[in-house]
Nanobody, 122 residues
Framework: EVHVVESGGGLVQAGGSLRLSCASS????????IGWFRQAPGKEREDISS????????YYADSVKGRFTISSDNSKNTVYLQMNSLKPEDTAVYYC???????????????WGQGVQVTVSS
């Protein structure tokens, strides 16, 4: 069983920054994709960013492009989501997931963390 553990959530004022961390032993594999998703109350889950360990390619949703950055520290088997210029609409539970492809993660497959709350106050 693959464990995925997120951390770093919290309360921040609009315009502030947070860095989410996601740790998993699965990140040591070279052919996995790590994704960040979020879900706000009453809304569908939104895919916001991904990182391919295979080729290092990244993806950002338009809603976070230019403000969020995904990165990895291979020595720590940890992936980060640096979130800058946060807005109240970024308030959500953020989930990290790892799987063999982005399409698999979008379908809900793979291993998922328990989620962390990010709250941005106006």
């Amino acid at each position: 069983e693959v464990h995925v553990v997120e951390s770093g959530g919290g309360l921040v004022q609009a315009g502030g920054s947070l860095r989410l961390s996601c740790a998993s032993s699965a990140f040591s594999f070279t052919d996995v994709t790590i994704g960040w998703f979020r879900q706000a109350p009453g809304k569908e889950r939104e895919d916001i960013s991904s990182l391919s360990k295979l080729d290092g390619s990244t993806y950002y949703a338009d809603s976070v492009k230019g403000r969020f950055t995904i990165s990895s520290d291979n020595s720590k088997n940890t992936v980060y989501l640096q979130m800058n210029s946060l807005k109240p609409e970024d308030t959500a539970v953020y989930y990290c997931a790892v799987g063999f492809s982005w399409s698999a993660l979008l379908a809900g497959s793979g291993s998922w963390g328990q989620g962390v709350q990010v709250t941005v106050s106006s």
